[in-house]
């Protein structure tokens, strides 16, 4: 039994864990949301209700339209301030008598997206019964204005018509609801020249449009009325229909909306496009191409030359137009004409052309594509079709032929170009000889080649060959002197390769000349006196460079000459260091005058015999002498020393024969701590207890100031090195005691 209890209910919980994982099949309803959009997009699910809601005020309708493969749409009318009406298979409206939210019920047999277009408080409010009179002052209804041609319209898109927003609350956006009874009037202010579009966008009827112009003393209907179908919507238009009306005169537009019908419903947008007289494409890149974008009318002036067609093709619509051009500073004005849709002309350029400009006219919108095609030959010139009557002749205006490579031109035949002439400039020395041929790439059929070989002295043709196709080649050659030279490309009979009116558009005939060239005979290099002018500037060029290289020897021999005064200024000044240490002790100097002093010292000391030297400095010194070379030292007054507590010295050395290198002198401390060497004046290099000096020679005399930094009580001084590549070394005999060291 209690088996049977627990298989029971194992059955039952089985079941009802399948119920609830089986879906059902009936209709479900998804979460509702509130409809803000004019246009939307919903995607929808086979046999499920979507619901979207629309708020909307008192006395007010609302116009749905909408387009799908197999769905539906349905607004509850039970409430009885609700009134639905269909029209036609996908179009409702709904009149509501009180402020609601009406529920919108959406569904479909299958998964589909669906295109909805609502129109939500359409009422009269901004609408006229009666057509105001040109002097009555009424307020204007909002429209959006496009202040430029690209912000409302997107030509990368089929047609040209202005673009708006999906929002509600788009101000290009009008409503109403008209009576076959009463009329209904829109006012829209403008200036001369301005354009009104206006686009349907749905209507439950047919319904008219009529378009008055009005200034503040007379009105005038415009032409073409705009009607809509009945039961008609944007939806699933490729492109939408607009009208146009152009302004007469500063005023304003009077839109007049009628039906034959009982009663229509009806949404429309309504743009409004500024006259812009002038759209410069003065300095823009015409050779890669501009779009002209417009309403109405308006004048492109643009920068043009000579060797430019202008190709002008119409997008979007027929467009009329003219070109002028600025010639010696008048315009010539060009034939109308009218572009269709998808089509192109060439206009050729006159002579001399500097400016041109483009007229659109009497057309509602355009789209065009600008663009400047040249047609130079080489170096961007048109090559003329004669020879310059001599050498004198300015010849700039003939392109010249590069002898190492190809040129490329045409035979332009819309502007009956049949010869082009070309410059051919050959580099040399008098009396050379070259040979230049040229051969043409391209269709040769009924051309012909000639050259001349021109007298670069009286301009007359010394020779020339004229050529014509062999076969399927066409070439010419030539010997040629140095200088300027011509070539002719033309055809053989002008005539009957220009049967046409001059500026057609027919095909051009183009090529490529092929150069070679070859040296004959190098002639003889030319030698030219100096002028006048050479010979006076070469030589005071000559005296300037002489003097500018003097100037270094002069300022040597000036200084050797204040040094050897010096010198002799310090031979006289017997015991200088003594004079430096009186002039310390009476204040008359400086530690910083003294150190200068001395250093200068050191250099005039150099330059005298070696026995003034020693009697220069003064007496108290300890001095060696050997058959080669001769070693003396001073004690200095240790307040003239650069670093504190260090003890100077002045060394001097003389080389008496033989030449030493590698020579150093060494500072020994007999006894206690050793010395090391801080400072060296003159700059010598040095190292621990050792000064290392330069390569000294016979008669070589030096003067060192060393400050030695140690506590021993004396130093011993030996000079080291080679002499004549053998090893020397010579030492003083006695010690040089710090405690004798003036102080």
Not at 515 to 521: A, H, K, R, V
Not at 619 to 635: F, G, Q
Request: one cysteine or more; proline letters at 4%; charged letters at 20%.
């Amino acid at each position: 039994m209690g088996w049977t209890s627990r298989r029971t209910r194992a059955v039952f919980l089985t079941a009802l864990m399948m119920l609830v994982l089986t879906p059902t099949s009936g209709a479900q309803s998804e979460a509702n949301s509130v409809l803000d959009e004019r246009m939307s997009i919903i995607d929808l699910s086979p046999n499920q209700d979507t619901t979207v809601q629309v708020e909307t005020g008192a006395n007010t309708s609302v116009l749905l339209s909408w387009s799908c493969g197999a769905c539906t749409v349905f607004v509850d009318d039970t409430p009885t301030h609700i009134t639905t009406t269909d029209h036609g298979a996908s179009m409702l409206s709904v009149h509501v008598e009180e402020s609601e939210i009406l529920d919108i019920n959406l569904s479909s047999t299958s998964a589909e997206s669906m295109t909805l277009m609502m129109l939500r408080n359409i009422n009269n409010d901004e609408l006229y019964a009666l057509r105001p009179s040109p002097e009555t002052a009424v307020v204007s209804a909002q429209l959006r204005t496009c202040l430029k041609p690209t912000d409302c319209i997107d030509s990368t898109t089929e047609g040209l018509t202005s673009q708006s927003s999906d929002t509600v609350g788009e101000i290009a956006l009008h409503t109403g609801e008209v009576h076959v009874s009463e009329d209904q009037h829109l006012v829209f202010n403008a200036s001369q020249g301005d354009t009104l579009e206006w686009q349907w966008l749905t209507t439950t009827h047919a319904v008219q449009l009529q378009i008055y112009h009005q200034t503040s003393t007379e009105e005038v209907l415009l032409n073409d009325p705009h009607a809509s179908n009945s039961m008609f919507s944007q939806i699933g238009q490729t492109t939408a229909t607009a009208a146009y009306w152009t302004a007469p005169d500063d005023g304003r537009f009077v839109a007049r909306i009628s039906t034959d019908d009982a009663h229509a419903i009806w949404g429309a947008l309504a743009f409004m496009h500024p006259h812009r007289p002038v759209d410069s494409l003065v300095g823009l890149n015409l050779t890669e191409g501009v779009q002209v974008l417009g309403h109405a009318n308006t004048t492109s002036p643009f920068d043009w030359s000579e060797v430019e067609a202008l190709k002008v093709e119409a997008n979007g619509g027929d467009v009329e137009i003219s070109v002028d051009q600025l010639l010696d500073g008048a315009w010539v004005e060009g034939a109308p004409s009218i572009l269709q849709d998808g089509d192109s002309i060439t206009v050729f350029p006159y002579p001399d052309v500097s400016v041109g400009r483009l007229h659109v006219v009497n057309t509602s919108v355009f789209s065009l594509n600008v663009n400047l095609e040249g047609f130079s030959d080489a170096d961007g010139l048109e090559a003329p079709s004669y020879l310059p009557q001599n050498l004198e002749t300015e010849n700039a205006s003939w392109p010249v032929m590069n002898l190492s490579a190809a040129a490329s031109g045409e035979l332009t035949l819309a502007v009956h170009d049949t010869t082009d002439t070309y410059r051919i400039v050959v580099n040399g020395w008098e009396d050379s000889i070259h040979f230049v041929q040229f051969v043409v790439d391209g269709e040769i059929d009924g051309l012909e080649l000639q050259l001349w070989d021109i007298d670069q002295t009286t301009s007359e043709t010394l020779a020339t060959d004229i050529t014509r196709p062999i076969g399927d080649q066409l070439k010419i050659g030539l010997q040629v002197g140095r200088g300027t030279h011509y070539l002719q490309i033309r055809f053989q009979n002008a005539s009957e390769a220009t049967p046409h009116l001059w500026g057609e558009d027919v095909e051009p005939r183009s090529y490529v000349l092929q150069p070679s060239y070859s040296l004959i005979d190098e002639g003889e290099e030319p030698w030219f006196p100096p002028s006048d002018d050479a010979v006076y500037w070469g030589n005071i060029a000559r005296w300037f460079m002489g003097i500018l290289f003097l100037l270094p020897v002069l300022y040597l021999g000036v200084h050797v000459q204040r040094s050897r005064s010096y010198a002799a200024s310090v031979a006289e000044k017997k015991q200088r260091l003594a004079w430096y240490t009186s002039r310390l002790d009476s204040g008359e100097s400086n530690v910083k005058q003294a150190r200068t002093d001395m250093a200068k010292a050191l250099h005039a000391v150099a330059q005298l015999a070696w026995q003034d030297g020693l009697e220069a400095w003064g007496p108290k010194r300890l001095e060696h002498r050997t058959e080669d070379v001769a070693l003396a030292v001073w004690s200095v007054d240790e307040r003239l020393a650069n670093r504190e507590g260090a003890w100077p010295i002045v060394v001097g050395v003389h080389v008496i024969n033989g030449t030493w290198d590698l020579a150093a002198l060494r500072f020994d401390a007999p006894e206690g701590e050793p010395y090391e060497v801080v400072h060296v004046e003159p700059r010598f290099l040095f190292q621990g207890e050792e000064v290392f000096l330069d390569t000294m020679g016979p008669g070589h005399r030096t003067y060192l100031l060393v400050e030695l930094s140690g506590t021993a009580a004396q130093v011993d001084l030996e000079l080291n090195g080679r002499m004549d590549g053998e090893p020397f070394a010579a030492r003083i005999p006695e010690s040089l005691v710090r405690s004798e060291s003036t102080s």
